[in-house]
């Protein structure tokens, strides 16, 4: 330490390393401010390092607050002279003055402190190492039924790879195409009731989707129509004509807007609250579109048809005179694609399944359209659906095992394989709380699934305490 005085201020310090030798200072070098870390009846009974806070500080830079400037001068000018006049005094008066000097905190190594050092406790606390406390149990792996819940007879069920015959509302109600007939299972009380049965010239019913609300659901039927009913009453609202020449086999919700896939390519947005109800069109496919979803934003539209092609729209382009106005046409697959599934937990991935040629699931980017993985599955992807509670995704396939597949996202690792079927598994519903899947196959049987997990319990509500004299009027 070397200091320079001008009366009794100091006017500059300089900081270096000290080795005291028994005849003054020793050698002094510069400290170094660097360091390195770094007769069958339907629907009946028959799963960086960061950066230390501590190396981030400049060691040229002392505490100030923690410094004793006085007891430092007194070290440098008189703490030599001190230290020669000790030699010559008695055992007992070098003793005494030690005990002294501890005493009033004097017996000191440093002249300047860095930081302060907190101090010591009075008290012994036990210490306890974070090592030491024992971890956290690991999350217990689920377990997933191998066989089907629950098995209702499906009889009529058409074997088309194309339509859409199944699909859950969120009134928990679930419906099902059977050849003419609409069936509906209510699975609150297990109860199977009939909505509609069409005639042979309109016939069979070639899709059913259900609305948002839980309430109102669409049919799509082989004479080009579509059907509107309310399901509560039994009554149809709507029929909904002009918007495609052959059968509609999709279907697709967005709020008010319900958009048709039909054999002959075309792809309508109809309002089924106004008169005109074709409201825009998307063109862009050759051969019949078999696959339609929204995305949960309700901006994007994916469709997938039997020309191998998948397409991502975006809804405001949508237009009743343009003649292409597609986002991405993605020409990957290598037959048709009719699994569609958009990522609930990123809204810009869609999980899309390739027909018996083709056999993969990719993964896409669809703000970009980049390929994100493909998986080869072996065998033809029917449907796809996502888990609303784990990164999983379920696939449903036809020959030769004609099972359902449960993968984790993203390393597409193989959870388990659900067999039960006997012909391949065309449609699959997933329920309003996201635990049971349904599966209806060309076997002719509607299966359930308890595939991701049981239904969360819901909290009781704390009850309401009324506060005193709540009815009495109050003067503010």
Same mark, same amino acid.
């Given at each position: 330490?070397?200091?320079?005085?001008?009366?009794? &201020?100091?006017?500059?310090?300089?900081?270096?390393?000290?080795?005291? !030798?028994?005849?003054?200072? #020793?050698? /002094?070098?510069?400290?170094?401010?660097?360091?390195?870390?770094?007769?069958? =009846?339907?629907?009946?009974?028959?799963?960086?390092?960061?950066?230390?806070?501590?190396?981030?500080?400049?060691?040229?830079?002392?505490?100030?607050?923690?410094?004793?400037?006085?007891?430092?001068?007194?070290?440098? *000018?008189?703490?030599?002279?001190?230290?020669?006049?000790?030699?010559?005094?008695?055992?007992?008066?070098?003793?005494?003055?030690?005990?002294?000097?501890?005493?009033?905190?004097?017996?000191?190594?440093?002249?300047?402190?860095? &930081?302060?050092?907190?101090?010591?406790?009075? !008290?012994?606390?036990?210490?306890?190492?974070?090592?030491?406390?024992?971890?956290?149990?690991?999350?217990?792996?689920?377990?997933?039924?191998?066989?089907?819940?629950?098995?209702?007879?499906?009889? %009529?069920?058409?074997?088309?790879?194309?339509?859409?015959?199944? %699909?859950?509302?969120?009134?928990? $109600?679930?419906?099902?195409?059977?050849?003419?007939? $609409?069936?509906?299972?209510?699975?609150?009380? &297990?109860? !199977?009731?009939?909505?509609?049965?069409?005639?042979?010239?309109?016939?069979?019913?070639?899709?059913?989707?259900?609305?948002?609300?839980?309430?109102?659901?669409?049919?799509?039927?082989?004479?080009?129509?579509?059907?509107?009913?309310?399901?509560? !009453?039994?009554?149809?609202?709507? +029929?909904?004509?002009?918007?495609?020449?052959?059968?509609?086999?999709?279907?697709?919700?967005?709020?008010?807007?319900? +958009?048709? #896939?039909?054999?002959?390519?075309?792809?309508?947005?109809?309002? @089924?609250? @106004?008169?005109?109800?074709?409201?825009?069109?998307?063109?862009?496919?050759?051969?019949?579109?078999?696959?339609?979803?929204?995305?949960?934003?309700?901006?994007?539209?994916?469709?997938?048809?039997?020309?191998?092609?998948?397409?991502?729209?975006? &809804?405001?382009?949508?237009?009743?005179?343009?003649?292409?106005?597609?986002?991405?046409?993605?020409?990957?697959?290598?037959?048709?694609?009719?699994?569609?599934?958009?990522?609930?937990?990123?809204?810009?991935?869609?999980?899309?399944?390739?027909?018996?040629? %083709?056999?993969?699931?990719?993964?896409?980017?669809?703000?970009?359209?980049?390929?994100?993985?493909?998986?080869?599955?072996?065998?033809?992807?029917?449907?796809?659906?996502?888990?609303?509670?784990?990164?999983?995704?379920?696939?449903?396939?036809?020959?030769?095992?004609?099972?359902?597949?449960?993968?984790?996202?993203?390393?597409?690792?193989?959870?388990?394989? /659900?067999?039960?079927?006997?012909?391949?598994?065309? =449609?699959?519903?997933?329920?309003?709380?996201?635990?049971?899947?349904?599966?209806?196959?060309?076997?002719? *049987?509607?299966?359930?699934?308890?595939?991701?997990?049981?239904?969360?319990?819901?909290?009781?509500?704390?009850?309401?305490?009324?506060?005193?004299?709540?009815?009495?009027?109050?003067?503010?």
């Amino acid at each position: 330490m070397r200091l320079r005085r001008e009366g009794e &201020r100091i006017l500059e310090w300089r900081l270096f390393l000290w080795s005291p !030798t028994d005849s003054g200072f #020793g050698n /002094l070098s510069p400290v170094n401010s660097r360091s390195s870390h770094w007769p069958r =009846f339907p629907l009946q009974e028959a799963p960086t390092g960061r950066r230390r806070y501590r190396d981030s500080m400049d060691r040229f830079i002392p505490n100030r607050s923690a410094m004793d400037f006085d007891y430092a001068h007194y070290m440098v *000018t008189m703490g030599r002279t001190a230290k020669e006049n000790m030699e010559g005094k008695s055992p007992g008066k070098v003793a005494y003055q030690k005990r002294l000097a501890e005493a009033l905190n004097m017996n000191r190594t440093r002249v300047l402190a860095f &930081r302060n050092k907190p101090p010591i406790s009075s !008290t012994s606390i036990p210490h306890e190492p974070l090592l030491d406390r024992p971890p956290k149990p690991p999350k217990p792996q689920r377990s997933i039924p191998q066989t089907a819940e629950r098995t209702l007879d499906a009889p %009529d069920l058409v074997d088309d790879y194309y339509l859409n015959l199944l %699909d859950w509302g969120s009134s928990n $109600v679930l419906s099902i195409a059977l050849g003419n007939t $609409v069936y509906l299972w209510d699975a609150s009380n &297990r109860s !199977t009731s009939e909505l509609v049965t069409v005639d042979d010239d309109c016939g069979p019913v070639t899709s059913v989707s259900w609305s948002s609300d839980g309430r109102h659901i669409a049919m799509g039927l082989n004479n080009s129509e579509v059907q509107l009913w309310d399901y509560t !009453t039994n009554r149809l609202l709507r +029929t909904l004509n002009g918007g495609h020449t052959r059968r509609v086999g999709s279907l697709a919700w967005n709020s008010h807007i319900l +958009t048709t #896939g039909g054999r002959d390519g075309r792809i309508v947005n109809n309002d @089924v609250r @106004v008169r005109s109800h074709i409201v825009g069109t998307f063109r862009g496919h050759s051969h019949e579109v078999c696959g339609l979803k929204w995305s949960a934003c309700g901006q994007q539209l994916a469709s997938g048809g039997n020309d191998n092609t998948l397409y991502i729209w975006d &809804r405001s382009l949508a237009s009743l005179n343009a003649p292409s106005q597609w986002l991405h046409r993605l020409e990957d697959h290598a037959s048709a694609v009719k699994a569609l599934a958009w990522c609930p937990f990123q809204g810009n991935l869609l999980a899309s399944g390739g027909g018996m040629e %083709d056999n993969c699931i990719k993964f896409w980017n669809t703000d970009t359209g980049s390929c994100l993985n493909s998986i080869d599955t072996g065998s033809q992807v029917c449907a796809l659906l996502w888990s609303n509670k784990e990164r999983e995704l379920l696939s449903s396939h036809g020959f030769t095992q004609n099972q359902l597949t449960l993968w984790k996202y993203p390393s597409m690792v193989k959870m388990a394989d /659900l067999n039960g079927h006997t012909s391949r598994v065309l =449609f699959m519903a997933q329920s309003p709380d996201g635990c049971t899947v349904a599966s209806a196959a060309a076997d002719e *049987t509607l299966r359930f699934w308890n595939v991701f997990g049981a239904p969360e319990v819901a909290k009781p509500s704390p009850k309401y305490k009324p506060e005193p004299f709540a009815n009495v009027y109050r003067i503010r």
